[in-house]
């Protein structure tokens, strides 16, 4: 018979829940029973926090985690994974969501920084992050620091998919140009990419990151979602896009359509039809330097 | 007969699908993934992924998958299920959300995350004595029981305590957690000697 030792919190029950969010939409809410429209429409899991970031632009001040009572709503509400918010480099929310017993915690950009210079470190922790990047050195740092999943940043809460599209366009084309490298063009490829390179040679030798990679910021329509799974994304996150809109609950669940079916035209132009209005979005190119959120995280 | 080699899908609509086309390539087998009739149409035996259970069942309805699946279940076609695929097989939920359906196949009573939140969830090896002689790696994420089994059915894996993580009836395979996750093949192979039954069984 086995002895039947068991190990919590190792880099594969860590990784392997993100591994299981594939091909799904992930839905920020607010609200418990945003969550449970969440649900309803499909959502693969939930991201609690206090603002969605299309009001955390328009109100500005600091952005904090959540309200402990409103993540254990939600928590209580729904049967899927609940991930949360920690602001970057507070090691001490990311310890009180752990206690709370999210089921990943969101080290993000959305919300305003709590250290300019280190990120949470993520090995002490059981419960696993996600984190955000906008090219493979950074999202090979936050992997270094024990993050178990990426989304590529994208810009958040703007409704304008090209910072999402830049994003992940370039984290794959850096992963497609270490491939092609000789292993002794590497040493320089770690360098330049800031990256340790163990991480670097690995993601050479096998074409893709070792976590798994979702999209994020800007996502707001089917065809959004569609393009970001066509792009190579394993999932997406969906923020101010759902709840920001017209009609919350038909734009939910035709966003999990489009993203379960991305390469067939015929279920993408079936599930864009009749939702309303989008949020009403900003282009990032006019946003001034200062209010872009994927700039916080290096 | 295009040759012998068997024909196994994936379902593909979401969870972990790339992971077991893996283990079934580490096999010598070159799955097909099925996110529509048409292509399950085109399988002999089907593989339900790991993956978040309200959403495969909301999926395979949305694109009428749902009863063909358990159609073709009915008539015996091989099947294993890891996580969400358990569910997916199981009969009856202790625990479904207020709408949620299952394919059913496999007579057993299941319990979601029965295990508790992401923090909970673990690795181990069990014993699995109808698969293999050696112990198998077994990955439990927000992970599913069994919790009870009724006529036809029996337990492939179980934990110390008793809490019953693997079972099956005649062509239905489900267990709690993810052989696919750790290169564990053990157990794809062992539902590949059941596809190989069944369609020498049917090929007369």
Same mark, same amino acid.
């Given at each position: 018979?086995?002895?039947?030792?068991?190990?919590?919190?190792g880099?594969?029950?860590?990784?392997?829940?993100a591994?299981m969010?594939?091909?799904?939409?992930?839905?920020?809410?607010?609200?418990?029973?945003?969550?449970?429209i969440?649900?309803?429409?499909?959502a693969?899991?939930?991201?609690?926090?206090?603002r969605?970031?299309?009001?955390?632009?328009?109100?500005?001040?600091?952005?904090?985690?959540?309200?402990?009572?409103?993540?254990?709503?939600?928590?209580?509400?729904?049967?899927?994974?609940?991930?949360?918010?920690?602001?970057?480099?507070?090691?001490?929310?990311?310890?009180?969501?752990?206690?709370?017993?999210?089921?990943?915690?969101?080290?993000?950009?959305?919300?305003?920084?709590a250290?300019?210079?280190?990120?949470?470190?993520?090995?002490?922790?059981?419960?696993?992050f996600?984190?955000?990047?906008?090219?493979?050195?950074?999202?090979?740092?936050?992997?270094?620091?024990g993050?178990?999943?990426?989304?590529?940043?994208?810009?958040?809460?703007?409704?304008?998919?090209?910072?999402a599209?830049?994003?992940?366009?370039k984290?794959n084309?850096e992963?497609?140009?270490?491939?092609?490298?000789?292993?002794?063009?590497?040493?320089?490829?770690?360098?330049?990419?800031?990256?340790?390179?163990?991480?670097?040679?690995?993601?050479?030798?096998t074409g893709?990151?070792?976590?798994?990679?979702?999209?994020?910021?800007?996502v707001?329509t089917?065809a959004?979602?569609?393009?970001m799974?066509?792009l190579?994304a394993?999932?997406?996150?969906?923020?101010?896009?759902?709840?920001?809109?017209?009609?919350?609950?038909?734009?939910?669940k035709?966003?999990?359509?489009?993203?379960?079916?991305?390469t067939?035209?015929?279920?993408?132009?079936?599930?864009?039809?009749?939702?309303?209005?989008?949020?009403?979005?900003?282009?990032?190119s006019?946003?001034?330097?200062?209010?872009?959120?994927?700039?916080?995280?290096? | 007969?295009?040759?012998?080699?068997?024909?196994?899908?994936?379902?593909?609509?979401?969870?972990?699908?790339?992971?077991?086309?893996?283990?079934l390539?580490?096999?010598?087998?070159?799955?097909s993934?099925?996110?529509?009739?048409?292509?399950?149409?085109?399988v002999?035996?089907?593989?339900?992924?790991?993956?978040?259970?309200t959403?495969i069942?909301?999926?395979t309805?949305m /694109? #009428?998958?749902?009863?063909?699946?358990?159609? *073709?279940? @009915?008539? &015996?076609?091989?099947?294993?299920?890891?996580?969400?695929? %358990?569910?997916?097989?199981?009969?009856h939920?202790?625990?479904?959300?207020?709408?949620?359906?299952? /394919? #059913?196949?496999?007579?057993v009573?299941?319990? *979601?995350n @029965?295990? &508790?939140a992401?923090v909970d969830?673990?690795?181990t090896? %069990?014993?699995?004595?109808?698969?293999?002689q050696?112990?198998?790696?077994?990955?439990?994420?927000?992970?599913p029981?069994?919790?009870?089994?009724?006529e036809g059915?029996?337990?492939?894996?179980?934990?110390?305590?008793?809490?019953?993580?693997g079972?099956?009836?005649?062509?239905?395979?489900?267990?709690s957690?993810?052989?696919?996750v750790s290169g564990?093949?053990?157990?794809?192979?062992?539902?590949?000697?059941?596809?190989?039954?069944?369609?020498s069984?049917?090929?007369?």
């Amino acid at each position: 018979m086995s002895a039947q030792q068991s190990e919590f919190g190792g880099d594969r029950v860590k990784r392997g829940l993100a591994e299981m969010l594939k091909g799904g939409v992930i839905m920020d809410v607010v609200t418990a029973e945003q969550a449970k429209i969440a649900e309803d429409a499909g959502a693969v899991a939930v991201m609690a926090l206090e603002r969605v970031p299309a009001d955390i632009r328009a109100q500005g001040g600091v952005a904090r985690m959540s309200d402990p009572d409103l993540i254990q709503q939600i928590i209580d509400t729904v049967s899927i994974p609940v991930m949360a918010k920690a602001r970057i480099g507070h090691f001490v929310e990311a310890q009180v969501l752990e206690y709370l017993k999210v089921d990943y915690i969101d080290e993000s950009e959305v919300l305003s920084p709590a250290d300019y210079v280190n990120h949470i470190d993520k090995w002490k922790f059981t419960i696993p992050f996600v984190c955000g990047a906008t090219n493979l050195g950074e999202a090979l740092r936050r992997i270094n620091e024990g993050a178990a999943m990426i989304r590529s940043k994208g810009e958040a809460g703007t409704g304008d998919v090209s910072e999402a599209t830049k994003h992940i366009r370039k984290i794959n084309s850096e992963i497609r140009a270490l491939s092609a490298m000789s292993e002794d063009e590497l040493y320089v490829a770690a360098k330049e990419h800031q990256a340790p390179f163990a991480l670097i040679k690995e993601v050479a030798a096998t074409g893709k990151l070792p976590v798994v990679l979702f999209t994020a910021g800007g996502v707001a329509t089917p065809a959004d979602a569609a393009m970001m799974m066509q792009l190579g994304a394993d999932g997406v996150f969906v923020g101010s896009g759902i709840f920001k809109s017209g009609n919350p609950e038909a734009r939910a669940k035709a966003i999990v359509k489009a993203v379960a079916q991305y390469t067939d035209p015929a279920v993408i132009t079936e599930a864009s039809r009749g939702l309303g209005e989008a949020m009403v979005g900003i282009n990032v190119s006019d946003l001034p330097a200062p209010h872009r959120l994927a700039e916080r995280g290096w | 007969m295009a040759g012998n080699s068997p024909r196994i899908g994936v379902l593909a609509l979401q969870g972990d699908v790339r992971e077991h086309v893996e283990t079934l390539n580490a096999l010598g087998v070159v799955p097909s993934e099925v996110r529509t009739i048409d292509q399950l149409g085109q399988v002999d035996a089907l593989v339900i992924p790991g993956g978040e259970s309200t959403v495969i069942d909301k999926l395979t309805r949305m /694109f #009428g998958l749902a009863p063909v699946i358990s159609e *073709r279940i @009915a008539e &015996g076609m091989p099947v294993l299920g890891t996580c969400a695929g %358990l569910i997916m097989l199981a009969n009856h939920l202790a625990d479904g959300t207020a709408d949620q359906q299952t /394919f #059913g196949g496999l007579n057993v009573t299941v319990r *979601r995350n @029965a295990f &508790g939140a992401q923090v909970d969830s673990f690795e181990t090896e %069990l014993s699995m004595p109808t698969v293999s002689q050696q112990l198998v790696a077994a990955t439990f994420i927000r992970a599913p029981v069994i919790e009870s089994l009724g006529e036809g059915v029996h337990v492939l894996a179980s934990l110390a305590d008793g809490t019953v993580v693997g079972a099956q009836q005649g062509n239905v395979i489900g267990i709690s957690f993810h052989p696919e996750v750790s290169g564990e093949t053990k157990i794809h192979e062992y539902f590949l000697g059941v596809v190989e039954a069944f369609l020498s069984s049917t090929q007369r």
